[in-house]
Structures are given as C-alpha cells and as structure tokens.
C-alpha cells in the first residue's frame, strides 16, 4: 500500500478538522486515500476487487461523518492510526457480511461478569476512548517530572511516537554542538529509518486479524455441520476443532507478544549513544530507570485515585 506522503503536520491539521465534521477537509480526506481504503483488503488479506468495493462502501459510510478521526492526535505515525482504522473496520464489515454475532471464548471475574479472553478488537468505545486520553495526560505529566537529559533518552527510544519540545531539541543541538534546524533533520532521517520495522509490526497486526477471520470461518463451518451425524461430519468437527485450536495458541502468542510491548518500534541503543555522545551502556541504564521510574509514578497516582 502507498499512502500519499504528507508531513505529520499537515496530516494532524486535516484529520483534526475531519474530527470536527469539517466537510471540505473530509473531502479532501477521501479525495488523497480513496485508493488506499480500496486496496487495503486486496493488498493485506487477499481479498476479491468486489469484496474491496463493497469494503469500501461501508468505511465510506462510517469514516463521512468524521467521529473516527478524534482518536488520532499526532503520537503514532498516520500510517498505523489509519492501518488500525482500515483493519477495525474490516473485522466490523466481516461480521456484518456475514450476519454473525461477537464470537468470543468468555470466562467470569471475581465480580461474577463475563469477559472476552480472545477477542483483541482495537476500536474504542467513548468511555474507553476517554480512560485512554486520561492515561495519556496523566503519561505527559509524569514524563515532564524526569529530568531533561534522562527524558531525551527516553523520548528518543521511541522517538517514532513522541515528539521532542523545544528545550529537548535545544539539548541535543547542544550535545552535537549544531543547530536547531540539524537535530530536526536528524530525528526525520531517525524516523524514517525505523520505518521499516513499523512495517514488519504492521504485517504482525494483519497477522492477528487474518488469524480472527480464519476463526471466524472455521466457526462458521462447524456451526454447518453440527447437526449432521455422519461419519463425515464427525470427522470435519474434529479437524475444525484441531484447527480452531491451533488458531487461538497462534494469535494468542502473537497478542502476548503485542501486550508485552514487542511490537513497538524503537530506537537501536546505538542511534541514541550516537545522538547524545554517550555510552550505549549508559543509554541501557538510563531508560531502565526512567521506566522504572514511570511505572512507580503511575502506581501512585492510580493508587491516589
């Protein structure tokens, strides 16, 4: 897929107005990734032209009225917030495509309510949106109490979802003894050179979908076939249950590994080292504690809470 390639600014000031319903901006929305939204199915799970078309018809109708774009705010790259979308939406348009209800394996909690152990359905409901940009506000507060020179290490180990300050940017001028506009260029190329491995987690999240439609259908099958009572279908309901089987270890290992924090892009300790004139040791050490450090934070202030 090629997204037309704007900077991360442009984009942020037309998706912020798509979020605010603007018709132009939305216009001018569909008018740049119309192309994309039809070849994600094709392109990513192999999807028919007539399936695509009739994908597009239903984001079409749910991306219009602009209410989708308030969850991107600039911290991840246009690329994976949009991916995200455009698979959110897929996974919706498979269940209505085929008129089936949420499948989930459950189990029930201490308080006797049941919840979902399998399901990993990343689009937000309001009230979750709102937790989620409460933990971010509550992230930037305790992120701005480290001091400067630990916080450049950390913001510049994931430097492809944060965005450096002015007196950040001003310390790594000073470290390399150059200007401004030179560390801006600096972080570009840094960005762009991880661009690759957001490729590679972006092929794992297609993964974990692909894996919950071929679920899905395996469902669908032995839903089929579970009234009959011949041999044959005996025999299918076994093989469909090895395979469904097989399916849930596979994309539960692959969702470990998202929950783990494996899937994240970041920084090589030698890019940094090589940014901030320092050891890659020191590097290492130094956002351990700053993490560290961050998890204790957020400990008492949800404990405070």
Excluded at 93 to 116: C, D, F, P
Excluded at 195 to 202: A, I, Q, T, V, W
Excluded at 212 to 237: C, M, P
Aim: charged share 35%; net charge neutral; aromatic share 10%.
């Amino acid at each position: 897929m090629s997204l037309t390639t704007h900077s991360n600014e442009e984009i942020l000031g037309l998706i912020e107005l798509c979020g605010k319903g603007d018709a132009d901006s939305l216009r001018q929305f569909f008018d740049l990734y119309s192309k994309d939204i039809y070849n994600f199915p094709i392109r990513v799970f192999h999807l028919t032209e007539d399936d695509a078309s009739d994908y597009f018809i239903y984001a079409f109708e749910r991306l219009k009225s602009g209410k989708r774009f308030n969850s991107f705010v600039g911290k991840s790259s246009f690329k994976t917030w949009f991916y995200s979308v455009l698979r959110n939406l897929l996974i919706d348009w498979q269940r209505t495509k085929r008129e089936l209800k949420v499948q989930t394996i459950h189990k029930i909690n201490k308080e006797g309510i049941e919840y979902s152990t399998i399901e990993d359905e990343p689009d937000r409901k309001p009230e979750a949106l709102s937790k989620a940009e409460d933990e971010s506000l509550k992230f930037n507060s305790v992120l701005r109490d480290i001091k400067l020179e630990n916080r450049v290490v950390f913001k510049l180990s994931f430097i492809y979802y944060l965005h450096l300050d002015p007196e950040e940017i001003l310390y790594i001028a000073s470290r390399n003894n150059c200007s401004i506009e030179d560390v801006k260029i600096m972080i570009l190329e840094l960005r762009e050179g991880l661009s690759g491995k957001e490729e590679d987690n972006l092929k794992m999240e297609d993964k974990i979908t692909s894996l919950y439609l071929n679920i899905l259908d395996l469902k669908e099958q032995k839903k089929l076939k579970a009234k009959e009572d011949s041999i044959e279908a005996v025999y299918l309901r076994e093989r469909l249950d090895q395979s469904l089987t097989k399916k849930y270890d596979q994309r539960k290992r692959l969702i470990d590994k998202k929950n783990k924090g494996l899937l994240l892009v970041r920084t090589p300790y030698r890019e940094i080292s090589r940014i901030l004139k320092v050891s890659e040791g020191g590097v290492s050490v130094t956002l351990l504690r700053v993490m560290e450090k961050i998890q204790k934070k957020f400990e008492y202030m949800t404990a405070e809470e």
